[in-house]
């Protein structure tokens, strides 16, 4: 965030919003001006100095669940497969807003929505700890299935894949999902002193929400589980996958959110089914036109060592384990623990092996899986790793199944 001439941009937000709110009903009704918010569009380049907005829209709302405001960020399937498959650090650039017509509605004055302007983008596009949080979760839902991320069909199915970043980014991010002032106040609401701005905001969209038909939606990220389910086997889920995209766009008020489902359906459309295995990983990624994963965390390390070299890292891992005393360090191990999960796994499911190297590959994975048990198991006295986390799930993880 650009903190000179601060005070005077947010001003002039707070005019434009104005002028917007202001306009004949009829007017507004149908858009606000082109001047309206390409002034908007230039004082939040200003503002956000390292990102860019490219784009805002206003979509009228008037019979489907309320949004308030949606903030896109422009994702590819590297960028996804980077924030899911690695610890590396990414910072998304572009993006795109979308206001609800009905958040005018509801009372709100010029400061209290240019506060909770602010307050989306920069929990959304200048905050890398919504990354940190992102991985976190997926971790823990990996761990509570005794699951691994599919690395090819990651890559093959990427447009799935950004769906789930997106929605789960937008659950960890939105005020919609904000219970605590504490989350509230963010540097960017401190820095422009719209701490008391947001806070009324806040309370005013609870209001408008319990007093309507409309509810606030889960934080629970549904669409993150439904795609780590589905995409495991799209061939068999095609069908039932089409079916819920299509559903899913008749129920939602936001134009960007049906072009989400709408570049699913196209993609799904396009997708062959059968996978090529006779690839090296790095190789496939290459054809797949996301080769700069080859230069991103473990996958380079994987393209200099080789496998030998996630085998050889075993026991730094299980030292790291065995040391490891606060979340800090957990979250970190437990990234790398799951990436190698997925390596080898890959490994395993797509290459020709002999028995020999077979058992000797599988014993490797389960070592990791084991250590992964031990890390999840592990309580720290700060705060307890991960996010929504299910022990009772973890304790299952021991047990063999009863023939």
């Known amino acids: 965030m650009n903190i000179e001439f601060l005070s005077d941009r947010v001003e002039k937000l707070e005019s434009v919003f104005n002028n917007i709110m202001y306009m004949k ?35 009228l709302n008037t019979d489907k669940q309320f949004f308030a405001m949606n903030i896109s960020p422009a994702m590819n399937g590297s960028d996804a497969l980077t924030i899911l498959s690695t610890d590396a650090n990414i910072r998304l650039v572009n993006y795109q807003i979308e206001f609800d017509s009905k958040l005018f509605d509801i009372g709100l004055d010029s400061a209290e929505l240019t506060a909770v302007l602010l307050y989306e983008i920069a929990s959304m596009m200048d905050n890398n700890e919504i990354f940190e949080n992102l991985r976190a979760l997926v971790d823990t839902r990996l761990i509570s299935n005794d699951d691994v991320l599919l690395i090819r069909n990651s890559v093959n199915y990427a447009q799935l894949i950004i769906l789930a970043v997106k929605d789960t980014m937008r659950k960890l991010s939105s ?35 319990s007093n309507s038909s409309d509810t606030l939606r889960s934080p629970i990220p549904v669409i993150l589980d439904w795609v780590l389910l589905m995409y495991r086997d799209i061939k068999r889920n095609k069908s039932l996958i089409y079916d819920t995209l299509v559903d899913a766009k008749t129920f939602t008020g936001s134009k960007l959110e049906i072009r989400e489902f709408n570049a699913c359906i196209e993609a799904l459309n396009r997708i062959d089914t059968t996978i090529s295995f006779n690839e090296s990983i790095n190789t496939y990624f290459e054809n797949k036109n996301m080769s700069i994963l080859n230069e991103v965390s473990i996958f380079k390390a994987l393209k200099k060592n080789g496998l030998r ?9 299980t ?16 990234r790398g623990i799951n990436s190698r999960l997925g ?23 389960e070592s990791y899986r084991q250590l ?26 021991d047990k063999k199944p009863e023939n």
């Open 25 to 59: 009903a009829e007017d507004r009704l149908i858009n606000p001006t082109n001047s309206n918010l390409k002034d908007m569009i230039d004082l939040l380049n200003e503002i956000f100095d390292e990102n860019k907005c490219t784009d805002i829209i206003y979509t």
């Open 372 to 397: 992964r048990i031990i890390l999840a198991k592990k309580k720290f006295d700060d705060k307890q790793y991960g996010l929504f986390f299910d022990y009772s799930a973890l304790d299952k993880l």
């Open 175 to 209: 005020i919609l999902y904000k219970d605590s002032t504490e989350d509230l106040l963010i540097p960017a609401i401190q820095a422009t002193n719209m701490s008391e701005n947001i806070l009324s905001a806040k309370e005013k969209i609870l209001a408008s929400i």
């Open 319 to 334: 030292m790291r384990v065995k040391n490891c005393t606060n979340t800090e360090d957990a979250y970190l191990i437990m």
């Open 309 to 317: 070299g996630l085998e050889n890292e075993l026991y730094e891992y």
């Open 343 to 365: 390596i080898l796994e890959d490994y395993l499911y797509n290459e020709t092996l002999s028995d020999h190297d077979r058992k000797h590959w599988e014993s490797v994975v």
